[in-house]
C-alpha cells in the first residue's frame, strides 16, 4: 500500500492532525500497521487515540475504495499533498495539528511566497468592504499576496481586490471539499481563483460545509499566513478565532481601529488594545512585516539565543505557574502593546509558552539556570 493511499485514509476521518498521525506511529510502528491493526479491530486507545476515533479510522480502512476515491481525484483535477510531500508549505507544517492532507484547485503556495491574511465580518459595512478590498490590492502590487475564506463579506472583498492586481495571486481556505463553492454566489471567483491561486481544504472532496468545519479551517488560513489582518469584527467572531490561532502559531496580527461605539469595531479595537498593530493603510503591514523572523528563529538552536534587556525583565517574571498578562503589565510597568509584542517574540524563541488565552509560562528547560 502507498504511501498517498494511507494520508487519504486519514483524511477521510475528517478530524486528523498532525498530532494524531504522529501518536497513530508511535503506537503501532507505521501508518501501515496502524491501518491493517484497526481493520483487524485492534484498537490501542492511549493518549488521545480514544476508542470512537480508531472506530471511525477502522470504518475507513478499505484498501480498494480509498484507491478508487484517489483515481476519481485525478479524473476531477483535484490535486492531493500529504505531510510529507514537498509541496506541502513549510509554514502550515510548522503549526499544531498541522493537517495531514490539502485537497486544492489550482496551486498550493509556494515555499517563499510572502502571504497576508485577510478577515472580517460577513454582514461587513462598506467602509469595511472597501478596506479589503484595497488592502488587498495594494499588498499583491507589492508583492505580498492573499488568503482567506471565501465568504461574503470581507472574504470576497479580499479575494476580489488581489484579483484586481495584474501580479497578485489569492487563496481560498475550504471548510468542505474543494469539489464545490461555499456559498454558491462565489462560484465565479471561486473559478477565477483557480487560474491566479487556488481553492484549499483538508476535507476530502463531497464534504459538506458543517459548521464544526469552520473553525478548524480557519487555523489553516493563519497557518498559511505570515500575517492577519482583521479589518472589522464583533467581539465573539470567527475572525477573532483566526487572530487567535494566529498569535498561537507566532504570526503577525494587524487590525484597522474603528468607532468605540460600532460593534463592527469592537473586536478589532480589543486586538489593538492586546497589542496587534494599529493598520492605517497598507505601509503599515508592509513595513512591519518581516518574513524571515520566525524561520530565523527556528532554524536557530534555542541555547544560543540571547535575551535582550527588556525581553529579560519579563521573562524574569514568569515561572511554571500561568501568569495573566494583566499581572505581568503590573510587574514590568510595561504599556501593554509593547508587553504583548515582547511576549510574542519569546514565544517565537521558545522562551514562553501561552498556555490559554493572555496566561504565560516559562519554558520549563529554560527556568532554571536562566542567567
Known sequence: MNERILYYWLAKEGHTGKVKHDQLIKKYGSLRDAFYALKRGEFVNEGGLTRKYLERL???AEEGILESEIKRLDNAGISMACLTDAEYPAKLKEIYAAPVCLFYRGRLPGQD?????????????????????????E?????????????????????????????????????????RCYPACNNGLF??????????SEFVPGTAPLRVNFPQRNRIISGLSDGIL????????????????GLDQGKNIYAFPGDANDPLSAGTNRLI???AKLVRGTEDILEEIDLGLKTRLIEQPLNKLTLESREKIVYDTLCLVPRHISDIMKET???????????????????????SFEYYIAEPEHWYGQS
Do not use: W
Open 58 to 60: 477502522a470504518f475507513f
Open 113 to 137: 511566497e510572502p502571504l497576508i491574511a485577510i478577515v472580517g465580518a460577513r454582514a461587513c459595512t462598506e467602509k469595511g468592504r472597501a478596506l479589503a478590498e484595497k488592502t488587498a490590492y
Open 139 to 179: 499588498l499583491c502590487e507589492a508583492g505580498v499576496n492573499v488568503v482567506s475564506g471565501l465568504a461574503v463579506g470581507t472574504d470576497t472583498a479580499a479575494h476580489k481586490g488581489a484579483l484586481r492586481s495584474h501580479n497578485g495571486a489569492t487563496y481560498g481556505i475550504l471548510a468542505c471539499g474543494v469539489d
Open 191 to 200: 473559478v477565477e481563483m483557480m487560474g491566479r491561486g487556488g481553492v484549499i
Open 230 to 245: 482583521v479589518t472589522e469584527a464583533r467581539v465573539h467572531s470567527g475572525s477573532l478565532i483566526t487572530a487567535d490561532m
Open 273 to 275: 488594545q492586546l497589542g
Open 333 to 355: 510597568d510595561m504599556p501593554e502593546e509593547e508587553l504583548f509584542h515582547i511576549l510574542l517574540v519569546l514565544e517565537l524563541k521558545g522562551y514562553v509558552c501561552r498556555t
